[in-house]
Antibody, heavy 114, light 111 residues
Framework: EVQLVESGGGLVQPGGSLRLSCAASGFTVSGNYMSWVRQAPGKGLEWVSVIYSGGSTYYADSVKGRFTISRDNSKNTLYLQMNSLRAEDTAVYYC????????WGQGTLVTVSS | QSVLTQPPSASGTPGQRVTISCSGS????????VNWYQQLPGTAPKLLIYSNNQRPSGVPDRFSGSKSGTSASLAISGLQSEDEADYYCAAWDDSLNGPGVFGGGTKLTVL
């Protein structure tokens, strides 16, 4: 059974850093496109970043240069390193599998506030 | 401002057929397939339609998708109260050198 479980969210001050994790089971992270999608409170979905099976990475302009997507094949886990956090990064962050985003995790809340 | 344009709201009565539109451009919908997601209140989004008109296993055939040029549509027939949710379209975009893009979402109300 495919499962995605995010962790690492929490309260952080503006300018701070946080690393989100997405533990996968039932498939291999390295063999799939893997994405991070976020949803600010009361707002729509924003596709933040994607890592291809070949390792190429892409970012939305809103996070480029501040966020880094990566994966650990031995742990079958996806990561999102978030630096220089801003208030507008406050959102629930979801990880999702494949180019279709066919499976999603339950999400982890990141709050950027002083 | 979302790259893909959806109406913010839609509504219908039980049993009715409703459609939700999604408008894009030649770099996204015009050259890539469209996916649709359903988000029930307080839950993660769920894939509803992929590759314009394909339903994942378990999705009722009341849900259907179509695409023409730079626009796409989601149709829901035999509307049920449990269909009340937010619906999002998404597509890859060849011009952005980034991940895919979403529509702003449509809140469907079952009257």
């Amino acid at each position: 059974e495919v499962q995605l479980v995010e962790s690492g969210g929490g309260l952080v001050q503006p300018g701070g850093s946080l690393r989100l994790s997405c533990a996968a089971s039932g498939f291999t992270v390295s063999g799939n496109y893997m994405s991070w999608v976020r949803q600010a409170p009361g707002k729509g979905l924003e596709w933040v970043s994607v890592i291809y099976s070949g390792g190429s990475t892409y970012y939305a302009d809103s996070v480029k240069g501040r966020f880094t997507i990566s994966r650990d094949n031995s742990k079958n886990t996806l990561y999102l390193q978030m630096n220089s956090l801003r208030a507008e990064d406050t959102a629930v962050y979801y990880c999702a599998r494949s180019s279709f985003l066919d499976y999603w995790g339950q999400g982890t809340l990141v709050t950027v506030s002083s | 401002q979302s790259v893909l344009t959806q109406p913010p709201s839609a509504s219908g009565t039980p049993g009715q057929r409703v459609t939700i539109s999604c408008s894009g451009s030649s770099s996204n919908i015009g050259s890539n397939t469209v996916n649709w997601y359903q988000q029930l209140p307080g839950t993660a989004p769920k894939l509803l339609i992929y590759s314009n008109n394909q339903r994942p296993s378990g999705v009722p055939d009341r849900f259907s998708g179509s695409k023409s040029g730079t626009s796409a549509s989601l149709a829901i027939s035999g509307l049920q109260s449990e269909d009340e949710a937010d619906y999002y379209c998404a597509a890859w975009d060849d011009s952005l050198n980034g991940p895919g893009v979403f529509g702003g979402g449509t809140k469907l109300t079952v009257l």
